[in-house]
């Protein structure tokens, strides 16, 4: 599976536009690109997913340039709520024959504040 | 729909004990997963069961078991718990019909101490 790298933490303002890059250099043809969220005591949530380009949801946008290398998960306008850890991951399925191991890094911990 | 349930929710163990950790979901999905979470720490895999019948080694399986028993539940046994054991343990589930399997669902948790 294509190992990620994603900053440990960032900062932002209620309102604001919060960007989130990560990095997966040697990811493979199959793979797509998935962000989960994870608020304190509870299990992470599925955001998004991508293989190439834009992908958007009501939730966020994904923005995956043509070489795959890097994606970046954008958060419109954030509010106190959507401070939480967030986890890039990469892998594909199909090869697998159905079982992805879904290895989680450590995450980006965003913190908005008023 | 209850998606993924884990039992129990907490659970106290003395050294050497050991328990059976539960999770069942009831999406029909091929594939369950049993990660642990330290304190700040990101989600370490265990063990996965990619479909029934099938288990695998994840990133840190010593010390554990896993038995899907059959497409709804899947166990992680601790035969002789550790106070290294204490974690917060979650399962997950996914759909091989995805085209990544990546889209997982995960329970809510299990907190286990090992004193």
């Known amino acids: 599976l294509a190992k990620t790298t994603q900053p440990i933490s960032m900062d932002s303002y209620e309102g604001q536009e919060v960007n989130i890059t990560c990095s997966h250099n040697n990811i493979a043809t199959n793979d797509y690109i998935t962000w989960y969220q994870q608020f304190p005591s509870q299990g992470p949530r599925f955001i998004i997913q991508g293989y190439k380009t834009k992908v958007t949801n009501e939730v966020a946008s994904l923005f995956i340039p043509a070489d795959r290398k890097s994606s970046t998960l954008s958060l419109p306008r954030v509010s106190l709520s959507d401070t939480a850890v967030y986890y890039c991951?990469?892998?594909?399925?199909?090869?697998?024959?159905?079982?992805?191991?879904?290895?989680f890094g450590t995450g980006t911990q965003l913190k908005v504040e008023l | 729909n209850a998606g993924v349930t884990q039992t129990p929710k907490f659970q106290v163990l003395k050294t050497g004990q050991s328990m059976t950790l539960q999770c069942a979901q009831d999406m029909n999905h091929n594939s369950m997963y049993w990660y642990r979470q330290d304190p700040g720490m990101g989600l370490r895999l265990i063990y996965y069961s990619a479909s029934e019948g099938t288990t695998d080694k994840g990133e840190v399986p010593n010390g554990y078991n896993v038995s899907r028993l059959n497409k709804r539940e899947f166990s992680l046994r601790l035969e002789s718990a550790a106070p290294s054991q204490t974690s917060v343990y979650f399962c997950?589930?996914?759909?091989?019909?995805?085209?990544?399997?990546?889209?997982?669902?995960f329970g809510q948790g299990t907190r286990l101490t090992v004193v």
């Open positions: 997950a589930s996914s759909d091989r019909s995805n085209p990544s399997g990546t889209e997982a669902f």
């Open positions: 991951l990469v892998g594909d399925a199909i090869l697998t024959g159905g079982g992805n191991k879904l290895t």
